[in-house]
């Protein structure tokens, strides 16, 4: 399985983006999913997690209310829109398909098997 983002780029505080994460497996609709980020010199963190069917989504605190994770598996792609963004938002966004522990909501890195190799959101002025 091979999971790409695209959508990132240079927005100012207050701006929006919305994310995207194409999966390259007829099986896309099985897998949970999840976007992570990374700012630079920090851990990478848990942003949003999705189940299978959608009908299940979690958010970390920092983006709950602004952040709004979806998928549509009839195109094997994932979405992450980004609303009201802060200069704390700058980091590398990265999705992950959910490959251990998947039955119930996980924010483990490394229960995420598969990763694309993120794209960079910078927000500023």
């Known amino acids: 399985v091979q999971v790409m983002e695209s959508g990132g780029g240079l927005v100012r505080p207050g701006g929006s983006l919305k994310l995207s994460c194409s999966a390259s497996t007829v099986t896309f609709s099985v897998f949970t999913m999840g976007w992570f980020r990374q700012a630079q010199g920090k851990a990478r963190e848990f942003v949003a997690y999705i189940d299978a069917l959608e009908r299940d989504t979690i958010y970390s605190d920092s983006v709950k209310g602004r952040f709004t994770i979806s998928r549509d598996n009839g195109k094997d792609t994932l979405y992450l829109q980004m609303d009201n963004l802060k200069p704390e938002d700058t980091a590398v966004y990265f999705c992950?398909?959910?490959?251990?522990?998947?039955?119930?909501?996980?924010?483990?890195?490394?229960?995420?098997?598969?990763w694309g190799q993120g794209t960079q959101v910078s927000v500023s002025t």
């Open positions: 992950a398909a959910c490959t251990k522990s998947c039955f119930a909501f996980t924010k483990e890195l490394s229960d995420y098997g598969y």
